[in-house]
Each structure stands twice: as structure tokens, then as C-alpha cells.
């Protein structure tokens, strides 16, 4: 493993429930720990105290998660992982258009993923004896939205 131990693992919604959790738990091993977050709650202030490199990210659009795909490149040469926990929590509503619901759910479960994995592709080969992880967490229900 060498080598790979001292590779970031890439969280993506680490700020709150979840990727919260998985981010103290890596800092915690000694892991280092790259988080993208939303909007800046206290916890992302504790992470950036405890070491983590928190970047704000907007995934509602390709080219926010291009933009935040760029800062990781910049930041660092290799990943051990990438876990995508990022979501959008937006309930249906009696009236709203449900294309509009599922083009938001799409975009963040399924294009920031894909968009990501491709665009850090680089970073995820050639560490070690393997490839490095990826791992997708979804709350997300086609029918019902994420609640």
C-alpha cells in the first residue's frame, strides 16, 4: 500500500450527516482528506482546523463540477478514493414541473459523479498495486425525490 496511505481521500458533501462522519473518521486514521461542500456550516471550520482541505462546490451545473475538478488537480497529485456523497434534497411538490425534480437529482447523483471520475481519472491510476477506489452513496428515490 505504500504510497496510497498518504494520498487524500475525496469526499464529496462532507460538510453535513454522512460524508460529515466519514471525513472525521479519516482525519481520525490519519487519513488526509479533501471535502467539497455546499454551503459553509461551522463543521466545514472544524474539518479546515483538523487539517482537511474543504473547497466549496456548486454541482447543479457541468461547469461547477468541472471548476471543482480543476482545484483538485491542482491540490494534489494522486487520489486514494473518492467517495461521492454530494445531494440535492429537494422534495416534490404538488404543482412543481417533475422534470425540473429530475433533472436536479440526475445532475448531482449521476452527472457530478461521472463528470468527476472522469475528470480526475489521472489521479485515481497507477498508485499501488491496484486502482483506487470509488464509492457512490445515494438517498435519492425516483419515486418520491430525496427527502
Not at 461542500?37 to 474543504?54: E, F, M, N, S, V
Not at 447543479?60 to 454530494?86: C, P, Q, W, Y
Not at 411538490?93 to 457530478?112: E, F, R, S
Amino acid at each position: 500500500m505504500g504510497k496510497t496511505q498518504s494520498l487524500p481521500i475525496l469526499i464529496t458533501g462532507g460538510g453535513r450527516r454522512i460524508g460529515l462522519a466519514l471525513a472525521w473518521h479519516f482525519i481520525n486514521q490519519k487519513q488526509p482528506v479533501i471535502v467539497s461542500y455546499r454551503t459553509h456550516y461551522p463543521a466545514i471550520d472544524g474539518l479546515i482546523k483538523a487539517g482537511a482541505q474543504c473547497i466549496q462546490a456548486d454541482f447543479s451545473t457541468n461547469d461547477g463540477v468541472m471548476a471543482f475538478a480543476d482545484e483538485v488537480l491542482k491540490s494534489t497529485h494522486g487520489l486514494r478514493a473518492i467517495l461521492h456523497n454530494a445531494s440535492a434534497w429537494m422534495a416534490e411538490k404538488p404543482g412543481a414541473p417533475l422534470t425540473d425534480v429530475l433533472a436536479c437529482m440526475m445532475q448531482i447523483h449521476v452527472n457530478t459523479p461521472y463528470l468527476l471520475n472522469h475528470a480526475l481519472e489521472r489521479l485515481l491510476r497507477g498508485h499501488g498495486h491496484a486502482a483506487s477506489d470509488i464509492i457512490h452513496f445515494t438517498r435519492y428515490r425516483l419515486c418520491g425525490g430525496a427527502r
